[in-house]
């Protein structure tokens, strides 16, 4: 199994400051013959089920707001919030979706300083 | 809008089988991948397994050997089958619809609100 390690574990961040969350893959997500990275980040709220804000990495899943990006290729990979809003507290996962299993990271707490 | 919601029992004793099944409205469940993910309280995502159609299914290794997935497209519902339950097993499973991206990849685009499922003496 491809073992995902997110840090850090929680962050706190003041509104209107940048968040930045890591994740990195046991073995390269890139798969060759389409040269993309295979790797989702999720956002959890409190009570609710999770939702994918990127996929292949980088590719904004349609309605999320763009101060969301993703980034990195192969086995290291990070998930940017360009400034924190308050509705953006959640936990966050990334997870692997180029074979099965699919595997998850342990998920970053995201909270307001 | 397509709608996904779980329902079982939510309370099962150690050894018994975990029957569970996700009704989707608003669409087919034709033409999408269909994931059962499970959550402790507290604790992270474990993807269960997925279903495409009656001959394409994945389980994960970790409980491959007690899942059963299956649908049924004439009442628009799959479902989820855990056998010898242990305490381990308590979670709020989740299904969730995958939007193929690739021939070969997708990814969750629905999901079901969740059920408590609860193994206990």
């Known amino acids: 199994d491809i073992v995902m390690t997110q840090s850090p574990d929680s962050l706190a961040v003041s509104l209107g400051e940048r968040a930045t969350i890591n994740c990195k893959s046991s073995q390269s997500v890139l798969y060759s013959s389409d040269n993309k990275s295979y790797l989702v980040w999720l956002q959890q709220k409190p009570g609710q089920p999770p939702k994918v804000l990127i996929y292949w990495a980088s590719t904004r899943e349609s309605g999320v707001p763009d101060r969301f990006s993703g980034s990195g290729s192969g086995t290291d990979f990070t998930l940017t919030i360009s400034s924190l809003q308050a509705e953006d507290v959640a936990v966050y996962y990334c997870?692997?979706?180029?074979?099965?299993?699919?595997?998850f990271g342990g998920g970053t707490k995201v909270e307001i300083k | 809008q397509v709608q996904l919601q779980e329902s079982g029992p939510g309370l099962l004793k150690p050894s018994e089988t975990l029957s569970l099944t996700c009704s989707v409205s608003g669409g087919s469940i034709s033409g999408y991948y269909w994931n059962w993910i499970r959550q402790p309280a507290g604790k992270g995502l474990e993807w269960i397994g997925r279903?495409?159609?009656?001959?394409?299914?994945r389980y994960s290794p970790s409980l491959q050997s007690r899942v059963t997935m299956s649908a049924d497209t004439t009442k628009n519902q799959f479902s989820l089958k855990l056998t010898s339950v242990t305490a381990a097993d308590t979670a709020v499973y989740y299904c969730?619809?995958?939007?193929?991206?690739?021939?070969?990849?997708?990814?969750?685009?629905?999901w079901g609100q969740g059920t408590l499922v609860t193994v206990s003496s």
């Open positions: 997870q692997q979706h180029l074979t099965t299993p699919l595997t």
């Open positions: 969730a619809r995958g939007r193929p991206i690739t021939e070969y990849s997708y990814i969750y685009d629905s």
């Open positions: 279903l495409y159609s009656s001959v394409n299914i």
